[in-house]
């Protein structure tokens, strides 16, 4: 158990529909990243965000966003959803606001898009 | 940005022997080399890493050799058991963002 918790652990959604997906980090992390894993793709980088502000943003679409609260943990909002959103979402968290240090992940949420 | 290129995509092993996964990178600024295994149904889990001021870092039965000059990394398994079938990643950063390969399954046959 790595400590990062990620809610839902499954999804099956509507195209057109919105989902939220939610990351508590480990205790005392302050960087909160979501990478996204496809079948045919390996860990996509969508955003990091740091003590509450954005870090560094990757291949995020602009239907998604994310947010990190003050109790440090995060969403992702993704929106008007297509199949091809269906891949399973990771939460991972990290001490530091560098990625050069051991980063912990999630078990995951797996979103299907019908 | 930083490209990882990740070899080979599957490798199947006997028990005992050993196995090997290749990654090369792009950006010459990338100084922090983890690898990560996921197990079926679950995240990514960290088994070792390595930063450029190092050539070779051993735990056990795993260890990881660094090439800086040619950009290139590699994650070495001895005595391979069939609880280490699993995907391989190999990752490298300049400490902003973590770029993945694309995995390798290693499956280990008794």
């Known amino acids: 158990d790595s400590g990062v918790t990620q809610t839902p652990k499954h999804l099956i959604t509507a195209t057109g529909q919105r989902v939220t997906l939610r990351c508590s980090p480990r205790s005392g992390d302050l960087s909160v990243y979501w990478y996204q894993q496809s079948l045919d793709q390996g860990l996509q980088f969508l955003i990091q965000?740091?003590?509450?502000?954005?870090?560094a943003k990757g291949n995020i679409l602009e239907r998604f966003s994310a947010q990190q609260f003050p109790d440090l943990h995060s969403e992702l909002n993704l929106s008007s959803l297509e199949l091809g959103d269906s891949a399973l979402y990771f939460c991972a968290s990290a001490t530091s606001k560098s990625s050069g240090n051991t980063i912990y992940f999630g078990e995951g949420s797996w979103l299907t898009v019908v | 940005g930083e490209n990882v290129e990740q070899h080979p995509s599957t490798l199947s092993v006997q028990e005992g022997d050993s196995a090997v996964i290749k990654c090369t990178y792009s950006d010459s600024a990338s100084n922090y080399f983890p690898w990560y295994k996921q197990e079926l149904g679950k995240g990514p889990q960290l088994i070792i890493d390595i930063r450029s001021n190092v050539g070779e870092k051993k735990d056990q039965r795993i260890a990881v050799t660094l090439n800086k000059t040619a950009k290139h990394f590699s994650l070495h398994i001895t005595e391979t058991q069939p609880e280490d079938s699993a995907v391989y990643f190999c990752?490298?950063?300049?400490?902003?963002?973590?770029?993945f390969g694309s995995g390798t399954q290693l499956t280990v046959l008794p």
């Open positions: 990752a490298a950063t300049d400490a902003r963002q973590l770029t």
């Open positions: 965000y740091y003590n509450g502000e954005e870090r």
